[in-house]
């Protein structure tokens, strides 16, 4: 291995160990990465330039310990760089902001109206980001990497092949309009399979890595992790459950008996459920029944570790998730279906992921710090 190689491996293996075991002094570097100390004080001095590790202050010495100037502490400096995940839906935008450790450090979200173009639409995404990587503050041609979630269909190249939700980007590639206005590549994906990558790796589906979660909105979703991967399909259309009509199902249809009721309307069904209300308690069971359905075929199909359901209705999977498991019976083939840990946020959070990623693959030294 030449000189330069060599350097780079145990600049890398610094950088790893500050990631996983936190802060340490240079005496506890020297035991976990074998380097010797003149070795680890030119590398540390080359990622302190670099402002990709910062020494924390000592703490106040112990009267169990020999007096002499207390050792300092190096980290993965929190500030050298950030990443954005956004999620974008039909009544929503969420942004959240992180560092490279993956720490959410600004969130903003916007209230979307249903009347809003998808032209419109667009603008509110800018709008949002601009205020919440204001708050940290860094600049959007600053970032290390965004990653945008959509509803609909998201092809190989990034390009939105086909969104009911949001028909008018439709054949459009929004990530490369939204990189040439931040001046910062950045990736489209499906909004659900963002969603399930955060659920494995923070929320319900840790340690699990054959996985469905289920996005409960107005239109339920889908997305498969197998052994660890995302599964996209060909065309980037897996998931995309409510293009199968034997499994489509429209939620304010089933809850209200009217497809264009709005988002208020439909969670205020689960809301007087809840309270007691015999009717409302009726539609809710009427659409557990049809979103077991669904889930049982899927769970035939790919017999995953865990089901997770998330998305919009999320809020109130208490209510219907026992319901869910009844029907199921023994199709379950005993296999977990819990409620999202992540919420609404999961999308956005699976981008804050994604987009670390993304920022390890063009950068070796960003790769030590993020788990793969």
Known sequence: MSPDLHRQANTATVLRTLAEHGPASLANLRKLTRLSRPTLEAILGDLASAHLVAQSEPGPARRDVKAGRPARNYLINP???????????????????????????????????????????????????????ARVPVRLDQLYGVAVGVPGAVDGSGRITRSVVVPQWSGHDIGRVLGDWAGVPIIVRNDANLAVLAEQRLGAARLCRDVIYILAGRRTRAAFMINGTVLTGRHGEAGEIGSVPELFFDTPEILLGDQHADSERVTGVFAAARLGDPDSTTRVRRFSAELARSIRFLITVLDPEMVVIGGGLAAAADQFIPDVVDDLGPAARGTPVVGSELGDAAVALGGIHQALLQAAARDPMIAAVVPP
């Not at 760089?81 to 450790?101: M, N, P, Q, S």
């Open 79 to 133: 500030d050298a760089g950030f990443v954005v995940g956004v999620d974008v839906g039909r009544h929503k935008i969420l942004v959240a902001v992180a560092d490279l450790t993956g720490a959410v450090r600004s969130q903003e979200r916007t209230e979307v109206s249903p009347k809003v173009s998808g032209p419109e639409l667009l603008d509110l995404v800018q709008q949002t980001m601009i205020i919440a990587a």
